[in-house]
């Protein structure tokens, strides 16, 4: 652990510029391992830190992945730095809150298994939020050995998007660490999304060569404390980064306007040239999409699934939008009562 370097950390250009030249001479980039209620612990070239948080810097603010400022003498994070990708997921609506999943995430592999778990519309809504986070997907469906046919498994994944990587495999086997390795080479970033049962602790202990999924826990479990999200980084075989994220069973969409176009290219490309700008791609005169449907070009069932999903991610994006401008006003109304009373 000791001797990694930050580009063994997966440091990059793009961090680098974020720092100035006092903060280069004095400050350790780290990144983020586990978030803790009161502290965090970061891996850095002079080996794993605990950091406590300043005032001001939540541990909502801070994620597994992250990659932050410390002052390592005195335990302290300094400052996070902008994120070049950020997974969040939309739950708490009512709030106007996303929840932070995984910072700096390179390849997100969305997993499903070559049976009834397989579902086109719920890999489509992974896709979507990998693709607006600007996460390279990869569909990886296990228990390939438990069907007569995979490639009719393969070939339905493959009609999820342009060009999308789809891997099968038996996640039981050494062929895992060997087929995923494309994603996982040193300094990269994966996690695994997926439904419960689909395989994703076997996958990520495969990955890392051990109990991926406890090791955290049971860190923690020796001194009396626990971690509060569960999630954690951990080193891969082949010398890049697992995030291992609990909260990855099942995801809300919202404000994913643009990943659900990316993940639905033959139709947001179409619907640019409908004739109406607000058209429903029904029955509407000069409706492109409804054109190459008839021509064989789209899929009915995809029109359907993009319907839904767009529809899903407006009503959340409205309600997100609510709860924002509730706080805000509540927040201005305490300000100008805290000003009176202070007149
Ligand atoms: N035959 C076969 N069994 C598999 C495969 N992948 C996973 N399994 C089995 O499926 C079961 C569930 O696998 P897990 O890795 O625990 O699944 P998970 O996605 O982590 O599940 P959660 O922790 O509930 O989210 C285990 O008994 C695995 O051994 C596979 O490719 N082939
Ligand atoms: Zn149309």
Redesign the pocket.
Known sequence: MTHLTRDALGWSPYYMSQLDLEELDTLTPARIATVHRDRVVGFSEIGPLELTLDPGITTAAVGVGDWVLCAPAQHRLIRVLERQTELTRGTEYHTGEKQLIAANLDTLFI?S?CNNDFNPARLERYLALAHDAMITPVIVL?????TDDPDTYIDQARMLGRDLEVIA????TDDVAVLLEPWCGKGETVALA??????????ANALTGGDA?TQAIREDDARGRHTTTGRSLHRMGSGGWLIDTPGM?GLGVAEVAYGIDATFPEISELAETCKFRDCEHETEPGCAVQAGISRGEVDPDRLTRFKKLKRENQHATETIAQARDRSRKLGKMYRSAVKKKGR
């Open positions: 997993t298994s296990t228990k390939a050995d438990q495999m038996d996640a039981k997926g439904s419960s049962g689909v395989g994703k602790t076997t996958i999924a069973r």
